[in-house]
């Protein structure tokens, strides 16, 4: 095993524990005026497809987030992983669409609903640095869908959400770890555009 996987491997229970005392801490998950700041940044308006993810364990809550988006008209999709593929692929969401846990008990939506390209995507973290690099779970789903759709020439914004506690100065990184745009906390907008 290579050093920074032993690196990250190590970090990551660490950073677990971390976020699992910030979440118990936690007053406020979703900052309206700091999410506006994004929807700014980003100019929102020409924005159709949303991917984001149903929060689990001590992750920030995705609930006001994911609602807000559907508030404002936007086609709101999570990420499914199919069997045999190292990718993630992306099924809109309708507020009665029922859930089964997939790969890593992560829910998925269950629905026939045709798979999207989203223009901008809401990430969890485990932890995330000031150059806009993400530490995940060690799966590598989203860094790998990413570079597929770079390679594609597809345009997206990608947007990691986490609770500004969450944030480190470095992280170890490897070469394919994917570089965000933007972190949206609770408490403030972190741009690496």
């Known amino acids: 095993m290579n050093i920074l996987v032993s690196q990250k491997q190590d970090l990551r229970k660490i950073l677990t524990q971390k976020r699992e005392k910030i979440k118990q801490n936690a007053e406020v998950e979703f900052n ?33 987030l994911n609602n807000k988006i559907i508030k404002l ?13 190292d990718q993630l692929t992306f099924k809109i969401v309708n507020s009665n669409d029922s859930f089964k846990l997939g790969k890593f008990n992560i829910p998925e939506p269950i629905n026939d609903n045709q798979d999207i390209i989203p223009q901008l995507f809401f990430v969890p973290c485990l932890a995330f640095d000031l150059k806009g690099f ?21 345009k997206f914004y990608s947007v990691g ?32 555009l």
């Open 32 to 64: 309206q005026s700091v999410f506006d700041q994004l929807r700014e940044c980003i100019d929102f308006e020409k924005i159709n497809d949303v991917a984001s993810f149903i929060s689990i364990r001590s992750e920030i809550s995705t609930y006001q």
């Open 73 to 85: 008209g936007k086609n709101l999709s999570f990420p499914v992983i199919v069997k045999n593929s």
């Open 134 to 154: 993400r530490l995940g779970y060690g799966g590598g789903f989203y860094d790998r869908t990413f570079a597929k759709f770079k390679k594609l020439n597809l």
């Open 161 to 192: 959400f986490a609770f500004d506690d969450q944030k480190q100065n470095t992280l170890p990184r490897e070469i394919f770890d994917y570089k965000l745009d933007f972190v949206l906390t609770e408490k403030q907008l972190y741009k690496f």
